[in-house]
């Protein structure tokens, strides 16, 4: 009897560790991806998104950002017009009847929408959303224009300018790019001062805190989902913490008049910037940054780096604040994944799904996906390059990029044996998705 025992805990062992072995994934894809992928693929063709970032608009609309692109900015090869791609996504979504973007061609598209335009009401752009099967978009944008419909496009807000209340002339003075930018947020502010019945700046840094708190507090009631940095066009994203007595004496200093020495203005953005997330924290609102390239001559790759961010997103004060860094770091992709691994930090595939093809968004989903895929979300960056290439094409590139893309990294953990099609299928709903939805408290 205890032989009997002896070898059925012998056999039960060798059992467990030949599943073991079984269970453990491999370096190398077994059996067919292709096959693999290919099912994947029809079925999360049908998963309904929620888009974590996008510019939805007409590109006559100066409301779409805070921001424009400098004079002859340049362009990633992906995303110049002569792009094939352009035309497959204008042929998909209205029936384009060329096979290019010459002038006397792209009149066609541009004429059509244009007439939408003018003809008003909030039906195009959600016919645009139910053609990619979006079912939930956050627009970014300086405030939510009547065409968009707010059930469906969720108002993302800027708050950059409030980093920029004094003389700025040498802000300006900079760059081209900054000649350009500054002149914007001064108007943002401006735009803001209205809206709180503020004439002039405040007399003390009280009464400019109440008022910034005041305005985040009133963006929200207007639907704002969540508030917006693109900080990395202007500075570092490194924000020191300094004391208030400083921050107090810059601003009785140059409230009325005068131009800031480059460190008095930084030591004052850096104690704004505290102000903007601890109120962020008390209404529970999502903070989102610019954290990748940009555009311009003069973006500097280090000072958006989101590795600079660190120092706040591992701050216990704001242990409640929603940090959403946007476009996934890029090129700093594995660095943004770690940065995640925090509880309270969040990422998403923005413009890295139209910057590179599906082929290197592949590898870095799958690289996400292996390490946190509770926290990354799909983004499209939809946003109008010119007249006849639009948000609406740009919408189309990035969605099939990244319905592409995650199927075939899914496909590959699966052929490697990480996990079976079905859970493969769950990983795919919270990329494209179940975490937006969780974040933003509208689960379906």
């Known amino acids: 009897m205890k032989r009997l025992i002896h070898f059925g805990a012998t056999l039960l062992t060798m059992l467990a560790a030949a599943s073991a072995v079984q269970a453990q994934a491999k370096p190398l894809a077994?059996?067919?991806?292709?096959?693999?992928?290919?099912?994947?693929?029809?079925?999360?063709?049908?998963?309904?998104?929620?888009?974590?970032?996008s510019h939805a608009t007409f590109p006559d609309d100066s409301d779409m950002d805070a921001m424009a692109s400098p004079p002859d900015a340049s362009t990633v090869l992906r995303l110049r017009d002569t792009n094939p791609e352009f035309v497959a996504a204008a042929k998909a979504l209205f029936g384009y009847p060329y096979d290019?973007?010459?002038?006397?061609?792209?009149?066609?598209?541009?004429?059509?929408?244009?007439?939408?335009?003018?003809?008003?009401?909030?039906?195009?752009?959600?016919?645009?959303?139910?053609?990619?099967?979006?079912?939930?978009?956050?627009?970014?944008?300086?405030?939510?224009?009547?065409?968009?419909?707010?059930?469906?496009?969720?108002?993302?807000?800027?708050?950059?300018?409030?980093?920029?209340?004094?003389?700025n002339h040498d802000q300006s003075a900079k760059n081209g790019d900054m000649g350009v930018y500054i002149p914007l947020q001064e108007k943002?502010?401006?735009?803001?001062?209205?809206?709180?019945?503020?004439?002039?700046?405040?007399?003390?840094?009280?009464?400019?805190?109440?008022?910034?708190?005041?305005?985040?507090?009133?963006?929200?009631?207007?639907?704002?989902?969540?508030?917006?940095?693109?900080?990395?066009?202007?500075?570092?994203?490194?924000?020191?913490?300094?004391?208030?007595?400083?921050?107090?004496?810059?601003?009785?200093?140059?409230?009325?008049?005068?131009?800031?020495?480059?460190?008095?203005?930084?030591t004052f953005q850096d104690y704004i910037f505290r102000v903007l997330i601890d109120q962020a924290g008390k209404l529970k609102l999502p903070v989102h940054f610019h954290s990748a390239v940009g555009i311009g001559d003069y973006f500097g790759l280090r000072n958006g780096n989101p590795l600079n961010l660190e120092n706040v997103l591992r701050d216990p004060r704001y242990s409640q604040v929603k940090f959403v860094l946007i476009h996934g770091g890029y090129p700093y992709t594995l660095d943004m994944i770690w940065l995640t691994a925090a509880k309270n930090v969040y990422t998403d595939s923005s413009l890295v799904g139209y910057y590179v093809?599906?082929?290197?968004?592949?590898?870095?989903?799958?690289?996400?996906?292996?390490?946190?895929?509770?926290?990354?979300?799909?983004?499209?960056?939809?946003?109008?390059?010119?007249?006849?290439?639009?948000?609406?094409?740009?919408?189309?590139?990035?969605?099939?990029?990244?319905?592409?893309?995650?199927?075939?990294?899914?496909?590959?953990?699966?052929?490697?044996?990480?996990?079976?099609?079905?859970?493969?299928?769950?990983?795919?709903?919270?990329?494209?998705?179940?975490?937006?939805?969780?974040?933003?408290?509208?689960?379906?």
């Open 357 to 444: 093809y599906p082929s290197e968004l592949k590898n870095i989903l799958k690289q996400w996906i292996s390490l946190y895929p509770e926290k990354i979300m799909f983004a499209s960056d939809a946003f109008p390059f010119n007249d006849a290439v639009g948000a609406e094409e740009t919408f189309w590139l990035a969605v099939r990029s990244a319905r592409t893309a995650v199927a075939a990294a899914l496909a590959e953990l699966v052929a490697e044996g990480a996990f079976p099609e079905g859970k493969a299928l769950e990983l795919a709903r919270l990329y494209l998705h179940d975490n937006a939805a969780k974040l933003y408290g509208d689960m379906k």
């Open 100 to 167: 290019d973007f010459k002038p006397e061609h792209a009149k066609w598209l541009i004429d059509k929408k244009k007439a939408v335009e003018a003809a008003g009401g909030t039906a195009y752009w959600d016919s645009i959303l139910d053609k990619m099967n979006i079912e939930t978009c956050l627009s970014n944008r300086v405030a939510l224009a009547p065409y968009l419909d707010p059930k469906r496009f969720h108002w993302v807000f800027f708050v950059d300018s409030f980093l920029f209340p004094f003389d």
């Open 30 to 53: 077994a059996g067919d991806v292709q096959k693999v992928y290919e099912r994947l693929l029809k079925q999360i063709d049908q998963i309904p998104i929620y888009d974590n970032h």
């Open 188 to 266: 943002v502010l401006r735009r803001y001062m209205k809206q709180a019945g503020v004439n002039g700046l405040p007399a003390d840094l009280a009464g400019y805190e109440a008022f910034v708190r005041q305005t985040l507090a009133d963006n929200q009631k207007k639907g704002g989902a969540a508030m917006k940095f693109e900080a990395a066009y202007f500075r570092t994203l490194y924000f020191r913490d300094p004391p208030r007595e400083k921050a107090e004496a810059i601003y009785s200093k140059y409230h009325a008049g005068g131009v800031p020495s480059e460190e008095d203005y930084r």
